[in-house]
């Protein structure tokens, strides 16, 4: 199949990263709060947030963060980052670190950065740029050190594809590993059963997004863990590592700030997966 890959298609996608950013504010994820305060004063989205997403975004993030940490690969590309601070905080920490999103949510974030920090990192770079268009992944390059290995991370961008865009995307971020060696980081191989658990626990949510987006469809779900390996091992990554978010669930502030005491909640977590993969040799 040919794609003829225009942003607009996708920009329906951008509001969802304010859906997510709302309910960091009830964690202790820096920035947070002052990026959510500015997309409150400047983006007139009509989109239904949900604090009670907290936990899971959460876990999503300090999962993903503790991964990258365990594998000290200081150099990293974030597709779809969204309004995350995570490029900020790591950048900070020495890491040479690129963002890449379309243009509407880059401009916007760097306008946040220059509020929230007055100057961005010279070691951050946001670009415009679509995943699944092979030359703007070729344009990433000039902001990466050839002779470093590289952390490819993404988390709320597959499931809105459908499974051949997420075959693009996937074939690009292999073209690059190839070349850099490293590996890749994502919670979008999200599992029907992890959308059930989310249905239970967050009974609009799903509802809501499809209201945002017509791209929020169960049919782009992957079945299973088979499913995930075979998926990706055709296009010749292998799945080093499956994790639960409820190997985070002790470090939630969320859970104490909301105050919540939710079995449906817990069986999100224990549903919901980070994996890590990397080129097969």
């Excluded at 907290?54 to 990258?68: D, S, V």
């Excluded at 243009?103 to 920090?117: A, D, G, R």
């Excluded at 996937?170 to 190839?178: G, K, R, V």
């Excluded at 509802?207 to 299973?224: A, C, G, V």
């Amino acid at each position: 199949m040919i794609f003829i890959i225009s942003d607009k298609d996708y920009e329906e996608i951008g509001p969802t990263a304010i859906v997510t950013a709302y309910p960091r504010i009830f964690t202790d994820i820096p920035y947070e709060k002052e990026i959510y305060h500015w997309l409150k004063s400047h983006c007139n989205e009509n989109v239904i947030l949900n604090k009670m997403l907290a936990p899971e975004i959460e876990a999503r993030y300090k999962l993903i963060n503790e991964i990258l940490e365990k594998y000290k690969i200081k150099q990293v590309l974030e597709l779809a980052a969204g309004y995350s601070s995570r490029g900020l905080v790591y950048s900070k920490k020495g890491y040479n670190y690129v963002e890449l999103d379309l243009e509407k949510v880059s401009k916007n974030k760097k306008e946040i950065l220059n509020v929230v920090e007055h100057n961005i990192p010279n070691n951050l770079n946001i670009i415009s740029g679509n995943a699944l268009r092979i030359d703007d992944f070729k344009n990433i390059e000039s902001y990466l050190k050839e002779d470093e290995k590289i952390v490819v991370i993404n988390e709320g961008l597959l499931r809105y594809l459908s499974f051949d865009e997420k075959k693009l995307v996937a074939q690009n971020i292999y073209e690059i590993l190839s070349k850099y060696g490293g590996i890749w980081i994502t919670s979008d191989v999200t599992p029907k059963k992890f959308i059930q658990s989310q249905n239970e626990s967050l009974k609009n949510l799903n509802k809501d997004l499809s209201n945002i987006t017509s791209r929020n469809n169960l049919n782009d779900r992957f079945e299973d863990e088979k499913h995930i390996r075979t998926f990706f091992g055709n296009i010749g990554f292998e799945l080093v590592e499956i994790h639960k978010f409820s190997e985070i669930k002790d470090e939630l502030y969320s859970i104490n700030e909301l105050g919540i005491v939710n079995d449906k909640i817990e069986q999100t977590l224990e549903d919901a997966i980070v994996v890590v993969m990397k080129v097969k040799k």
